[in-house]
Nanobody, 119 residues
Framework: QVQLVESGGGLVQAGGSLRLSCAAS????????MGWYRQAPGKQRELVAI???????TYADSVKGRFLISRDNYKNTVYLQMNSLKPEDKAVYYC?????????????WGQGTQVTVSS
């Protein structure tokens, strides 16, 4: 069992910034992939950014150049620095952790944190 606790969501004006944090605990392994997903009303949950334990990153095209994902392996924490926020970024953001090659047997989600962007 893995627990993921997100923080940092809130209300921000367009063009502003927020920094999300996700602290993981429980049944953790040194090799994993952590990431952020988001779900807006009426839309499917989508990948925002992921980062491997080695530091390799992948971003959705919609956030590339504006968002930065990072992690602290010692603290088992992943961050999402969101800059130049747009109203389209409004969504519930979810933290996720997976293990390569394990499949859905190791796939955990946080409770989500609301990000609201006003114009």
């Amino acid at each position: 069992q893995v627990q993921l606790v997100e923080s940092g969501g809130g209300l921000v004006q367009a063009g502003g910034s927020l920094r999300l944090s996700c602290a993981a605990s429980g049944r953790l392994f040194s090799t994993n992939v952590m990431g952020w997903y988001r779900q807006a009303p009426g839309k499917q949950r989508e990948l925002v950014a992921i980062i491997t334990s080695g530091g390799s990153t992948t971003y959705a095209d919609s956030v590339k150049g504006r968002f930065l994902i990072s992690r602290d392996n010692y603290k088992n924490t992943v961050y999402l620095q969101m800059n130049s926020l747009k109203p389209e970024d409004k969504a519930v953001y979810y933290c996720n952790v997976r293990r390569p090659g394990v499949g859905d047997g190791y796939n955990y989600w946080g409770q989500g944190t609301q990000v609201t962007v006003s114009s």
